[in-house]
């Protein structure tokens, strides 16, 4: 039997990786671990490391649940990305994250994916009937669940400087609240003509807003975690050296 599938979808340098990995920390997820992963020096490819070992300013967030990276995804045009040729289906994917759950946990009855393993803007090829319609032939998609920045403008625009290996610019917070206006207005909906749609607002889970992390428990039917303060530090790792 498949659990029930949550989508999480993200503009490129909001930690989306992070977020499906905090949903699927609750009692009826797969509990995944986590890892900092830092660029080497002109070179692609990435370090990793485990939390609590890990050095200081990683720049990206991993989990061992990986995205779907679903087989129809092979013509997207995903230039300027690092994209991956391991193509799974949705029952391989779940698969491999029961081999993997934590605490010897594989009969999970929900799990949060991304669709792709590259990170792309909310405004891309992919809200379209047909993508749309490619998933459901494989899957029924429980919610999808996304993610604004809220008051973290600033950190997102100064980690995605890191990310792109630009120089700062006086119009970065700008265009990603444009960004967000215009994903509210036009992409949202076409989201949510997949499935129901959450917006989780980062700005306020970094600053430990509970209303904020209750509204998600809500959207996800799941219990507070005693320790999920400690979660929300460990992605305000990635953001310290930007304070």
Same mark, same amino acid.
């Given at each position: 039997?498949?659990?029930? $599938?949550?989508?999480?979808? !993200?503009?490129?340098?909001?930690?989306?990786?992070?977020?499906?990995?905090?949903?699927?920390? !609750?009692?009826?997820? &797969?509990? &995944?671990?986590?890892?900092?992963?830092?660029?080497?020096?002109?070179? &692609?490819? #990435?370090?990793?490391?485990?939390?609590?070992?890990?050095? &200081?300013?990683?720049? !990206?967030?991993?989990?061992?649940?990986?995205?779907?990276?679903?087989?129809? #995804?092979?013509?997207?045009?995903?230039?300027?990305?690092?994209?991956?040729?391991?193509?799974?289906?949705?029952?391989?994917?779940?698969?491999?994250?029961?081999?993997?759950?934590?605490?010897?946990?594989?009969?999970?009855?929900?799990?949060?994916?991304?669709?792709?393993?590259?990170?792309?803007?909310?405004?891309?090829?992919?809200?379209?009937?047909?993508?749309?319609?490619?998933?459901?032939?494989?899957?029924?998609?429980?919610?999808?669940?996304? $993610?604004?920045?809220?008051?973290?403008?600033?950190?997102?625009?100064?980690?995605?400087?890191?990310?792109?290996?630009?120089?700062?610019?006086?119009?970065?917070?700008?265009?990603?609240?444009?960004?967000?206006?215009?994903?509210?207005?036009?992409?949202?909906?076409?989201?949510?003509?997949?499935?129901?749609?959450?917006?989780?607002?980062?700005?306020? #889970?970094?600053? =430990?807003? =509970?209303?904020?992390?209750?509204?998600? #428990?809500?959207?996800?039917?799941?219990?507070?975690?005693?320790?999920?303060?400690?979660?929300?530090?460990?992605?305000?790792?990635?953001?310290?050296? =930007?304070?």
């Amino acid at each position: 039997m498949k659990p029930e $599938i949550y989508l999480a979808w !993200h503009d490129t340098g909001i930690p989306g990786t992070w977020l499906s990995w905090f949903i699927n920390q !609750h009692k009826n997820f &797969p509990q &995944p671990t986590g890892r900092y992963m830092y660029n080497k020096p002109m070179n &692609p490819t #990435l370090d990793s490391m485990d939390i609590g070992e890990h050095r &200081p300013h990683p720049l !990206h967030f991993g989990s061992s649940i990986g995205p779907w990276n679903a087989p129809f #995804l092979k013509d997207t045009d995903r230039t300027k990305h690092l994209v991956s040729h391991t193509y799974l289906s949705i029952d391989e994917v779940v698969k491999q994250a029961r081999e993997i759950s934590f605490n010897n946990f594989p009969q999970f009855s929900k799990v949060c994916l991304k669709l792709f393993s590259n990170h792309m803007t909310m405004e891309n090829p992919l809200f379209n009937k047909s993508t749309f319609d490619k998933i459901r032939k494989e899957v029924t998609i429980k919610k999808n669940i996304t $993610i604004r920045v809220g008051t973290a403008s600033k950190l997102i625009s100064d980690r995605l400087n890191d990310l792109e290996g630009r120089k700062p610019d006086s119009n970065d917070e700008l265009m990603i609240k444009y960004h967000e206006r215009r994903n509210t207005t036009e992409w949202l909906p076409k989201l949510a003509k997949l499935a129901p749609t959450y917006v989780v607002d980062f700005g306020k #889970l970094l600053n =430990y807003d =509970y209303e904020e992390y209750n509204k998600l #428990l809500i959207e996800i039917d799941e219990e507070p975690l005693d320790n999920w303060k400690e979660l929300v530090d460990i992605i305000k790792e990635v953001f310290t050296k =930007y304070k």
